[in-house]
């Protein structure tokens, strides 16, 4: 096929045209509110019974040394060069902790929670709406994955809540927060590996069971719409074998889109995780990012969205970008 | 041949697992106390031990365990627990305070602990005014001195003749740790973090050092060569281990002590404990029955701009006193377990005997319920009611523009919203609540851009001086700067003239007390603020590793796991096998 | 899709509509219809003083007086969620009207237009979909007054790239149909094209995705609220959800507080969910 240079280039700008106005509008957004960082955390000392002498001074001398004094567009343009430079200088309420620090802290949970939850409930799902049109189940079928469904209609937090009851409370099978054992070590050892697979089956089970619902449909419809394609009569009457036409020529065609959706659900799957892991009390980036609102740590703040934005929009191009090697029969040109 | 390769490798595995199960906990778990801190959620500043940082979390575990103070003052037996000073003189008029140091304190790295470390610690603190508490140390002592090894000279700007007591002896919660001048002469106390754990870091003089720190929890071990056995001064705490750890929401943190995977929390609503209780009798409160909780120092209470109209005027402010049902208020928030506040003051001893003997200014006072004396004094000023709303005679309604702090705080304040507002209303008042988030309260507040707030008011323990002085005309600034105490602006130079009266005298001074009672009239009468609730804390033990807790029955120091004086609990506790 | 050939009347058109609804709808709509009964005329039977605060004793349970029981600031819990439930939908119709509109509008518009103005609203969706929606509420919240109003305006500013998009790519199959190149040969304007010959042939398709935006923002508020952010003198289902939370009610297992509200919940979304389903399907045949 012809490379459409010009579809690279057009998508290429778009990309950092994105990336550019959601991160000032992450860089906004949170400075709307009044108050300061400083002031958030003389009023929570406070709150809990420490007494600060004169914050008012404490309060001045820590905007000077934070350049919150300096005019916005000052700290705008510093934003972006941080940002360009991927290096995000030093939390506000944790000076002097580096910014990238709390991230990759809290990384490894969040990624390990996701990416278990979305492999399992992408393949279930996709694999489960391939499978029920291809075997022609039908009706009965429905009613067999119903229960998928109708939990896949309610959200995360709400089954998170239900698992809580049934498994933590009632039955006790499984630890109610946090990812590991209170005053466990967390070097790696099998104990421990047991443990936090124990203490993530909860969180995961509802991220999965809320979406895997989801993908069987949308699989399911894609797929209707490929086994009706002319190609597909093409290939059952060249008398290949069913699983060879299953694999090459309906999933491979019908998962595309599906693709696409994940990549576009990366912002909002991230999004309602957060809810799970506050309902868990879950080490991950969710908590965090919501105290940094709370605690108005901007350079927190830039630097998680900042990250989250980068990945929704890298992963919305790389899918664009490869769409036409997936599927030459689109005309991107006229894009 | 092919089950021959399966039993290897099933041998293989065997290996590895016991190599994993070895390296696992090497403290008992009956040897190790384990305290669920007083935060929600986990840390994400766990390297940083420089108590004089904003960002630090003393209270997991550094108050308690690492750092000790000069003195510490136990709110149940009223005394000043010298621990490591031995005591303090003071010149007649207040202003020099010689600190004698206790011999043979030695820092954990084993160097001696100094007059000199006291000397550095507060001459970094009045050069950097980023340090946390450092204004305060500044504004107070105008100079400090090494006598020698164990005495150090303070020499104050203003009398005060209660210095140790508000700033060395942890009135609430803690004081201002010294820091050990060879590790930190040479750092920039406004970025060290005083962590490494390979170097020994952080270096204090308590009898546990910090062997890990994650944002989930902290560890810390027993040190056998701690200075107080040396010296014979004190005995070895009895926990090898002890690990402070996240305790997560009440919905999961009431779990946690009833399987005993912990020994003590920081809170804990009180019908969560009961429910807890049916389940594990082990865990026990403060009491036996309700409240449950111990007062905190800070109880809740109503503020109003006296800038702003009409709470510019004593009568009106009163008319919004007299409709408030404290008790009600508190049964609320507390869900049934509540006490009403009379005053500002938290319910202690020498606190309630001082305002029993205002009994007759209360009574004559609003500061009380009385709808009937409200809605005379709504028609004294021209009000009617219509409808149940006091209008003017332009019919306008009264507006009551009303700032809490309510984003995910905790559901005592979001039911402080909704019981005031529907008293406010139900007295013929309209609302406006603004529940905002710390940041945005905190500048609103004090820049005094509000009518009425609920705040939590932090001052005295044992005589009315302190929360007296938070009042002090001399701390009010103008509308839209930032102000550190009064946030309502409450101006009465004859009040703080009587306020620096006090100041100035010892509460066993005669004549303290009329003094008091005088400045006290005169806020009564002004009611520039009014009580609502004690704040109660329920702060559970589990009895089933650990005995030996503080409790009504037991009460030899104040329970707060989460203060400086917890390192006397920890002291005092012994297992329970 | 198969268009609806033009030359049906709109009656016509809206009985073959309703004919082809399956079951799964009137069960969807069954299940959401109770609650806008329950919502509706539960207010007849009500009286707001039973939701006052400390107006009977604290968390008991149901009894022939309180027949949901009460909660633990002492207010009968069925009285609180007939109050409830309006809000709670209400957010939810709000926000889909306002998203579906502007959805709407700028999908047809980008899908059937060239130019500058579709890169430009084609790159707003794009950037839309990228900004975590979520900090952004949660930022906005923690300083706006907090009413329900203000949440299901906020959400609708996030929930319209999600019926653009769609909607486009719709509008982009649609342009290649015959019939719409028939009507352009036929020179109609292409406003007339646009909402005469589009529209109608895309209205499942919108039905379909209005109802899941209305599901999407009652499930975001909720969650919000959850979160404590939300206003706390509007009673809603989210709200009562949340206090029972705040007050560990699974824990101290005061199931009458938590768990008729979750049902409640439930019904919303699997009743909707079912909805959109039929809706869905009827689009695609």
Redesign the interface.
């Known amino acids: 096929m012809r490379l459409p240079v010009s579809y690279i280039a057009k998508r290429f700008l778009?990309f950092v045209?994105?990336?550019w106005?959601?991160a000032s509008?992450?860089f906004i957004?949170?400075r709307?509110?009044?108050?300061?960082?400083?002031?958030?955390?003389?009023?929570?000392?406070?709150?809990?019974?420490?007494?600060?002498?004169?914050?008012?001074?404490?309060?001045?001398?820590?905007r000077e040394?934070f350049g919150l004094d300096g005019s916005l567009w000052d700290q705008y343009v510093s934003y972006l060069t941080s940002a360009v430079q991927f290096d995000f200088g030093h939390?506000l309420?944790?000076?002097?902790?580096p910014v990238s620090?709390?991230i990759l802290?809290?990384l490894p949970y969040t990624l390990g929670l996701l990416a278990v939850s979305i492999i399992i409930s992408f393949t279930v799902g996709t694999l489960l709406g391939a499978l029920i049109v291809w075997l022609k189940i039908g009706r009965s079928g429905i009613g067999l994955v119903a229960p998928l469904?109708?939990l896949?209609?309610?959200?995360q937090?709400?089954l998170a809540?239900?698992l809580?009851?049934v498994f933590?409370?009632a039955l006790r099978w499984f630890p109610?927060?946090?990812?590991?054992?209170?005053?466990?070590?967390?070097?790696f050892?099998?104990?421990?590996f047991i443990e936090v697979a124990r203490h993530g089956a909860l969180p995961i089970m509802s991220i999965v069971l809320a979406s895997a619902g989801g993908w069987l449909?949308g699989m399911r419809?894609m797929t209707?719409t490929v086994t009706r394609s002319d190609y597909l009569t093409l290939a059952k009457a060249k008398g290949l074998s069913q699983l060879r036409i299953f694999y090459h020529y309906v999933i491979r065609n019908a998962i595309l889109p599906q693709v696409t959706n994940l990549a576009?659900a990366m912002?909002?799957i991230?999004?309602?995780a957060?809810?799970v892991e506050?309902v868990?009390?879950y080490?991950g980036l969710g908590?965090?990012?919501?105290?940094a609102?709370?605690?108005?740590d901007f350079t927190?703040?830039q630097g998680m969205?900042y990250t989250?934005?980068l990945s929704?929009?890298s992963a919305?191009l790389i899918v664009d970008l490869l769409y036409p090697w997936l599927d030459p029969r689109i005309n991107y040109e006229d894009q | 041949m092919y089950s021959r390769k399966l039993s290897m490798l099933l041998i293989v595995l065997l290996v590895l697992f016991q190599a994993f199960l070895v390296s696992g906990q090497d403290v008992a778990r009956e040897e190790t106390l384990i305290i669920g801190s007083d935060l929600t959620s986990n840390v994400a500043a766990d390297d940083i031990f420089n108590p004089y940082l904003p960002a630090v979390q003393r209270s997991l575990g550094m108050a308690q365990l690492m750092e000790e103070m000069l003195f510490y003052t136990n709110y149940e037996t009223n005394e000043l627990m010298p621990w490591l000073a031995t005591g303090y003189d003071t010149s007649d008029d207040f202003t020099e305070y010689t600190i004698h140091l206790r011999d043979g304190v030695k820092w954990s790295d084993g160097e001696a602990f100094t007059a000199d470390d006291f000397v550095f610690t507060i001459n970094m603190l009045k050069t950097n005014p980023t340090l946390r508490g450092a204004a305060g140390i500044e504004r107070a002592i105008a100079s400090v001195e090494a006598l020698d090894d164990l005495t150090v000279k303070l020499t104050l700007n203003d009398p005060n003749p209660r210095y140790i007591q508000q700033s060395w002896a942890v009135r609430i919660s803690s004081s201002p740790p010294i820091v050990p001048e060879h590790i930190w002469a040479d750092k920039d106390p406004s970025s060290f973090p005083n962590f490494d754990l390979d170097k020994g870091w952080p270096v204090f003089t308590g009898p546990y050092v910090l062997t890990s720190s994650s944002q989930d929890q902290r560890i810390y071990n027993r040190r056998d060569d701690y200075w107080g056995v040396e010296t014979g001064f004190t005995d070895l705490p009895a926990p090898r281990r002890v690990i402070v750890a996240t305790a997560g929401v009440d919905e999961v943190v009431g779990a946690r002590i009833q399987n005993n995977e912990v020994d003590s929390l920081a809170a804990l609503s009180a019908n969560t404990l009961v429910t807890v209780q049916s389940r594990n009798p082990n865990v026990i409160g403060w009491t036996d029955e309700s409240p449950f909780g111990y007062t905190d120092p800070c109880p809740f209470y109503l503020e109003f701009n006296t800038t702003r109209e009409p709470w510019d005027d004593p009568k009106m402010r009163a008319a919004l006193s007299y409709i408030i049902d404290r008790d009600l208020v508190a049964n609320i928030a507390f869900e049934g377990q509540g006490m009403a506040a009379q005053f500002l003051f938290p319910a202690y001893t020498g606190l309630m005997d001082f305002l029993d003997s205002l009994s007759d200014e209360f009574a004559a006072s609003a500061y009380r319920y009385d709808p009937e004396a409200s809605a005379a004094i709504m028609e004294s000023k021209g009000y009617t009611l219509q409808d149940g709303v006091w209008r003017d005679g332009d019919g306008n309604s009264i507006v009551i523009d009303f700032l809490m702090l309510g984003f995910n705080i905790g559901p005592t304040w979001g039911r402080s919203i909704q019981i005031l507002s529907q008293q406010f209303e139900d007295g013929g008042f309209e609302v406006n609540v603004s529940d905002l988030d710390f940041g945005p309260y905190w500048e609103r507040a004090n820049q005094g851009m509000w009518g009425v707030r609920m705040a939590w008011s932090c001052g005295s323990i044992t005589d009315p001086h302190t929360t007296l002085s938070n009042f002090h005309s001399d701390l009010v600034m103008p509308i839209g700067e930032t102000a550190s105490r009064n946030f309502g602006r409450w101006d009465n130079p004859e009040y703080s003239a009587l306020v620096d009266q006090l100041g100035q005298m010892a509460p066993s001074d005669e004549g303290y007390f009329d003094l008091a009672r005088e400045a006290m009239t005169m806020f009564l009468a002004d009611v520039p603020a009014i009580g609502l609730q004690q704040q109660l804390r329920v702060n559970p033990f589990n009895t089933t590793y650990w005995v030996g807790w503080p409790t009504a029955d037991n009460n030899y120091v104040n329970p707060q796991s989460w203060w400086s004086t917890a390192a006397i609990i920890i002291h005092t506790i012994e297992p329970a096998g | 899709m198969q268009a609806y050939s033009t030359t049906r009347s709109p009656a016509q058109k809206i009985v073959s509509i309703f004919k082809s609804f399956d079951l799964t709808f009137y069960i969807g709509l069954l299940l959401v219809l109770l609650l806008v009964v329950f919502g509706a005329l539960g207010q007849f039977f009500i009286d707001q003083r039973d939701i006052r605060l400390g107006a009977s004793s604290f968390s008991s349970p149901p009894s022939a007086e309180h027949l949901f029981g009460t909660d633990a600031l002492g207010r009968d819990l069925l009285t609180l969620l007939i109050l409830a439930t309006p809000t709670t939908l209400n957010i939810g119709v709000v926000t889909a009207v306002i998203a579906t509109s502007i959805g709407t509008f700028l999908g047809l518009v980008t899908g059937y237009f060239r130019g500058p103005l579709e890169t430009g609203i084609r790159t707003l969706i794009d950037i839309m979909i990228a900004i975590p929606a979520l900090l952004i509420l949660v930022s906005i919240a923690s300083f706006l007054p907090s009413s329900n109003t203000v949440i299901a305006v906020i959400l609708a500013i996030f929930a319209w790239p999600f019926t653009a998009r769609p909607v486009r790519a719709q509008v982009l199959s649609l342009r290649e149909r015959a019939f719409v190149k028939l009507s352009k040969l036929s020179k109609r304007s292409d406003f007339e094209i646009i909402f005469f010959d589009m529209l109608p042939n895309i209205t499942p398709f919108i039905a379909a995705g209005f109802v899941s935006t209305v599901s999407n923002a009652i499930l975001a508020a909720v969650g919000l609220q959850l979160l404590g952010i939300g206003p706390i003198d509007e009673p809603s289902i989210g709200l009562v959800l949340q206090e029972a939370f705040f007050a560990s009610a699974v824990f101290r297992e005061l199931w009458w507080w938590w768990i008729p509200p979750m049902i409640m919940l439930s019904m919303i979304f699997i009743g909707l969910f079912l909805i959109s389903l039929s809706l869905d399907r009827i689009a695609r045949h």
């Open positions: 778009s045209v994105v990336v106005v959601a509008v992450n957004v949170p709307m509110a009044p108050g300061d960082p400083i002031g958030a955390m003389v009023a929570r000392m406070e709150l809990q019974g420490e007494v600060i002498e004169d914050s008012a001074e404490l309060i001045a001398a820590y040394k939390s309420s944790y000076f002097p902790r620090d709390i802290d809290a469904l109708l896949g209609s309610i959200p937090y709400l809540i239900i809580l009851f933590s409370f109610s927060g946090g990812a590991h054992a209170l005053g466990a070590s967390h070097d050892t099998l104990a421990n449909i419809s209707i576009i912002g909002s991230v999004g309602g957060i809810l506050v868990f009390t080490p908590s965090h990012l919501l105290r609102i709370n605690n108005q927190v703040i969205t989250l934005v929704v929009a919305v």
